[in-house]
């Protein structure tokens, strides 16, 4: 359990969050009178710990009051990022899921002009509204259906996840980051259905999805973003979604090929194959996949459909694969 230290909100965009002390959440929506709500992000949330270490880190260089890192919810009693895709977390009558772990650092932070380093991108996630209500400074924050045990559950995925402090050898084996490439989801104009589903696959199967990110089409920007996630956060093995196509906007494979040292053609070969038995559309995608020091890089298709049946089809033989990667396999 945890317990809500400041509730923020910004009424302009562009502005910096300030403590409201209280505010309603509006379901499918975020805060009220929030500039940020309504967008797939509805509603940003961070440990207190880490904004603590930050500071004892940037031995006072910048004032760290409650909504600099642009935080909705600042929580004492969470590492939010250690919960997978789906979590819920309930607070009186508001209930929330998360949907994102992690998210870029925008040009303009401050933060980061100023120390050189931002916690937001590694330690905030973000949810959705499920039930709304109001949240007030002091309120305790919960895991949904476990407000008396405080044990950890992951209600959407349907499986249960242990705490890894108390039973590591329930921790999940592989690490995974999720990226959607499409420019009317990065706009607001369509959800992101894709980039969920392969979280929630992930973690289904035992991954731990350690962040997801949404980026519109284009290839410096995928490019820079894949190469921060594989040598920054260093998971086993990164899914893009989304841009291997014929427009000429899908740009993911040339972004991919940039970003790996040594490429796996097999993989994207058999997808291929498989996807062929479904449809023969498949013959068009120009999906590659790679590898970039410790971390595989592949790219799936961008509908949800076609990313749960690729995903069935590679998850088994791909774990033997990462096995090899990270030396715990022979090959």
């Known amino acids: 359990m945890g317990k809500v230290i400041a509730v923020c909100i910004s009424e302009k965009k562009g502005t910096v969050k300030k403590n409201a002390g209280s505010c309603r959440l509006i379901e499918d929506f975020g805060l009220e009178k929030d500039a940020h709500a309504g967008s ?9 710990e880490e904004v603590s270490a930050f500071r004892d880190r940037s031995k006072g260089a910048v004032e760290l009051p409650p909504g600099i890192f642009g ?9 939010f990022k250690s919960y997978p895709i789906g ?11 998360l949907t994102q772990i992690g998210k870029r650092c925008h ?4 933060i980061m002009q100023r120390t050189g380093e931002c916690i937001m ?9 499920l039930h709304g209500g109001v949240i007030r400074c002091g309120d305790i924050l919960s895991l949904e259906g476990d ?42 104009e369509r959800e992101d259905k894709s980039g969920p589903k392969i979280a929630e696959m992930l973690t289904a199967a035992g991954y731990k999805v350690v962040s997801m990110h949404l980026l519109p089409d284009d290839e410096d920007g995928l490019a820079k973003e894949l190469l921060r996630i594989a040598d920054q956060e260093k998971p086993d093995v990164i899914f893009t979604t989304g841009g291997t196509g014929f427009s000429k906007r899908d740009r993911m494979p040339e972004a991919t090929k940039r970003v790996i040292q040594r490429e796996t053609p097999g993989i994207s070969e ?61 090959g």
Do not use: W, Y
């Open 147 to 188: 407000e008396d045990t405080g044990s950890r559950m992951s209600e959407k995925a349907g499986t249960e996840a242990l705490e890894s402090e108390k039973n590591p050898s329930d921790s999940p084996h592989f690490s995974a980051a999720v990226l959607t490439a499409s420019d009317r989801s990065f706009r607001g």
């Open 40 to 48: 797939e992000r509805q509603v940003s949330l961070l440990s207190a």
């Open 87 to 97: 979590t819920r977390f309930r607070c009186g009558e508001v209930l929330l899921e």
């Open 270 to 330: 058999a997808i291929r194959m498989h996807s062929m038995e479904i449809t023969p559309r498949a013959m068009l995608s120009r999906a590659v996949s790679g590898i970039r020091g410790e971390t595989l890089i592949v790219n799936l298709p961008g509908s949800p459909k076609a990313v749960q049946e690729c995903l069935e089809f590679l998850l088994p033989p791909l774990e033997h694969g990462l096995g090899i990667l990270r030396g715990e396999a022979d």
């Open 71 to 79: 935080e909705n919810l600042l929580v004492e009693g969470f590492d």
């Open 121 to 129: 991108p590694k330690e905030g996630v973000f949810a959705r509204v």
């Open 107 to 110: 040009s303009g932070c401050e």
